[in-house]
């Protein structure tokens, strides 16, 4: 498999600030993203969760290791008791008044290649449907019930 990383692009009208929160603070994630115990965005914060289909659910292992407050957050992504290494980028930048949302995943590859469920158009379909659905319809809503 190539290794390419997964990227995706998307403009939110939200701010920068708003964007921040709802990827970074576990009480908003869970609304939208996985339903994480515990979340800190600092470097060297280990987290996890559960995440699959209907016939299998993974855990997933992942430690913060970087962090640009309101701009960047990185943690790596690995499946317990599986082997392989990814990582996940998120950058925001501000356009307009609204928010770029910068997605990178890197090191799908490197998941077992025998499963089907790490498929690369698996991860490309998860994301694009977390962030085109799952976190826009988030900020839309939360953006409406904070102005009313």
């Given at each position: ?71 960047k957050i990185q943690y790596s992504w690995v499946y317990d008791g599986l082997p392989g290494y990814s990582v996940v980028t998120w950058e ?45 319809d988030f900020l839309e809503r939360t953006s409406v019930e904070t102005h009313s």
């Amino acid at each position: 498999m190539k290794k390419e990383p997964f990227i995706i692009e998307r403009v939110f009208n939200a701010s920068i600030e708003r964007v921040w929160q709802a990827i970074t603070r576990k009480d908003q994630m869970k609304k939208w993203y996985f339903d994480i115990a515990s979340f800190r965005p600092e470097v060297g914060f280990e987290f996890q969760f559960k995440g699959g289909n209907e016939d299998r659910t993974y855990v997933h292992l992942c430690k913060v290791t970087e962090v640009v407050e309101g701009r960047k957050i990185q943690y790596s992504w690995v499946y317990d008791g599986l082997p392989g290494y990814s990582v996940v980028t998120w950058e925001l930048s501000q356009e307009d008044g609204k928010t770029r949302v910068k997605l990178t995943h890197e090191g799908i590859e490197t998941f077992p290649a025998d499963n089907p469920d790490f498929d690369k158009k698996n991860f490309m379909e998860g994301w694009t449907h977390l962030i085109d659905k799952s976190l826009k319809d988030f900020l839309e809503r939360t953006s409406v019930e904070t102005h009313s």
